[in-house]
């Protein structure tokens, strides 16, 4: 189960709770309490972020919407195998750390980038000319659905992992990172659960359409 999270108190910072909720409850769709399968449909807020689980006729009616409160989250997971973001665009982009996913608000229509920091989840907008310019290397980076899509990235020890991959992943591996981060650096468990998680995404993705021209 996926539940929606809290805002945090640093402006900007929408700081996840109860991202992977184990219950012995069968899940339910949180609009009409149908009983969905564990591998369910998901809806977000664009405005609190917030998540909620949803049957497929629920989903559906909000399948590219963009004029209601809730937007459908995709499902598919796609590789980008022959994409590479080189060092002095990423340098520009200035992530601490390699291992962020970048999305589209449509409330803010900026650009905002996530990544894992000892104070949790930190978040920053990326200056429009540097988005440009990473897009323009990939089709289906440029074509992102706001809201609900976004580039994740693995660069850490070496690791060139880049996939576009549905929100609510996204907001999965930041539960991962928060229950098993420890100390400055997080510790070698939390590393080993997000190589883990990565694995289970490119078990599951297919390879992305759009042209490369990195």
Known sequence: MIRGFDPSPVRGLAALRRLAVVSPEPERCELCAAAVPEQHQHLVDPESRHLLCACDACAILFDHSVSTRYRRIPRDIRTLPDFEIDGALWNSLAIPIGLVFFFRSSVSNSVLAVYPSPGGPTETIVEEELWKALASLNGDIASLSEDVEALLVNRIAGVRDYLIVPIDECYKLTGVIRRHWSGI??????????????????????PAWGTSHA
């Open 185 to 206: 650096s997080g510790g070698d468990e939390v590393w080993e659960q997000i190589r883990s998680f990565f694995e289970g995404l490119k078990g599951r993705a297919r």
